[in-house]
């Protein structure tokens, strides 16, 4: 394959340095350089409508880095979650998004803080990815007053307005339209930023967002869909949810690109394509196929649907950490005991962030009734027996 | 009617005993008459005009003038960008708006008749609503929905039905529905200045109805506060309260009851949520008598939510 070419020429040019650097690693941090290196997708890209970018990929060492490290943190932090879970700390829903962090930290690497990102209900890591801390995730699973949302969203509801991340919905498909609202009132500010809506295979045969494709196109609205496509609706996969599960495809008149959603650099490559254009041309759809090693939520043991054997096959054949410890590991950007102590270090962080949350309180029982409104009325608020007033609206 | 004709009289009286005009500010003695739709448009245009992050998005909004010509002339003045005709597809396009809105603009999102919202309902409650609940303030949501709301004349029954109660069920949603035009300048400025999303229910038949407007209301910064009934007529026998089309209908029966000598209390709602339960409150210990009219559905309406205060 391309990357075992690459992976030679790169050794053979190093073997010389080899000496230098091995005395030198135990001062070189584990960040890495900014020196360019290209790399090839793990599969060419499918396009429609549209011509497909390049397979080959500009990332460097730190950006590598970066990848491995913000992949184990979120790995790393959804199954904290799913223990957590278990131990009934967390309750409500919890969507865990472990197997998919690919798109999370991939598509950041392509866009800015100022674009948008809005999302359903597997929200976690991609909170995280746009700035989000372990407290404020752990801390709102547990509905604490730590958390991002103060404890009053909870797992489907966080929001990080400050870096323009929109949540975390609960109502499957309403981000699509949400999100091109967005992508209109950018091209309304003329603040020249994207917004990528995603939304799962499940979602993708809403007719709202069909509605608002329509509108996002008439109106050449920057709006980006991406269809996080890991195979299975809750628990009906794709075949049996939609005629055409070409998800790409389906935007018709919309240009759509399909991307392998377990390759970071892909993800990268095509969302970087796809801000392009859409500044340009108006919407794009990009289909991101990934998988989820969990099920569709902490109620599901995601085998009732599929085969275990199917999900260890995606484990050990597309794993998305994986994919990148062999490239750090064969480009000689960092060695096999560096890469593990990078885990061990997220995993206390996740652990450290865990204990803290756990101390923080639940909120007061008067939250019930604050930000209902941002400009509430004074009105008051009495109990069922009408005669004590309970509480003044804020 | 007889308030006109009232005004009138009192106008060329005034005339004579000039000097002493100033200290009756509260008539203005030639009373200048505004339709319902010339109110809404005149709020419209003069919120538009003042903030450039409001926009007017619907169904025949640009073009056609408006359905209703509610938003007639705004299209030639404002341009394509902020008044948007949509295709018919409400769920889209009320989800862009709440979009927009968590952006920081303030759409006036407009259905054509209020029965079509129950397409985009859910974002109205769900994307809306609750926003800034679950968000912990992080999301306000300053978007306004705005269309007719209740019957028309002889439309059938799925262009008739009225979402007072429906909406003013769910907390997070400000529910305003006025009857004169001074209610649909004054709230409808108030609700486009609200960072809160609000539901404003017109009602079809009284867009051509005339009323007389003072020189406050017909002012740029003229805004009512929300959350605040009006007494329309003032009483001691019995009250009445009621909101939009019926207040009309309430005020011709309180005429018809003087005649018989009863007294009644007329109290405009204007909003629904929040409810000015004071207001009612005081009237009706006043008057020990209550008769609520509304257009909805008997069954959890209006009328049953103001009835519950005073069966317990």
Redesign the interface.
Known sequence: MALSHLGASASRSSSLLKPLSSALSLRRPISGDNSPLTVETSVPFTSHQCEAPSRSVETNPKELLTFFRDMALMRRMEIAADSLYKAKLIRGFCHLYDGQEAVAVGMEAAITKKDCIITAYRDHCTFVSRGGTLLEVFAELMGRQAGCSKGKGGSMHFYKKDSNFYGGHGIVGAQVPLGCGLAFAQKYSKDETVTFALYGDGAANQGQLFEALNISALWDLPAILVCENNHYGMGTAEWRAAKSPAYYKRGDYVPGLKVDGMDALAVKQACKFAKEHALKNGPIILEMDTYRYHGHSMSDPGSTYRTRDEISGVRQERDPIERIRKLILSHDLATEKELKDVEKEVRKEVDDAIAQAKESPMPEPSELFTNVYAKGLGVESFGADRKEVRATLP | MLGIVRQKMLGQSLLKIRPAISVLRSYSSAAKQMTVREALNSALDEEMSADPKV?LMGEEVGEYQGAYKISKGLLEKYGP?RV?D??I?E???????????????KPVVEFMTFNFSMQAI??II??AAK??????????V?IVFRGPNGAAAGVGAQHSQCYASWYASC??L?VLSPYSSEDARGLLKAAIR???PVVFLENELLYGESFPVSDEVLDSSFCLP??KAKIERKGKDVTITAFSKMVGYALKAAEILEKEGIDAEVINLRSIR?LDRSTINASVRKTNRLITVEEGFPQHGVGAEIWF?FS?
């Open positions: 926009f960008e948007l949509t295709p597809t769920a889209g396009f009320a989800g862009i708006g709440v979009g927009a809105a968590y952006y920081g603009l859910d974002h769900n994307s926003s800034n609940y679950m968000s912990a303030g992080q999301m306000s300053p907390p997070g400000k609200d960072p809160d929300i959350g929040p205060e317990l």
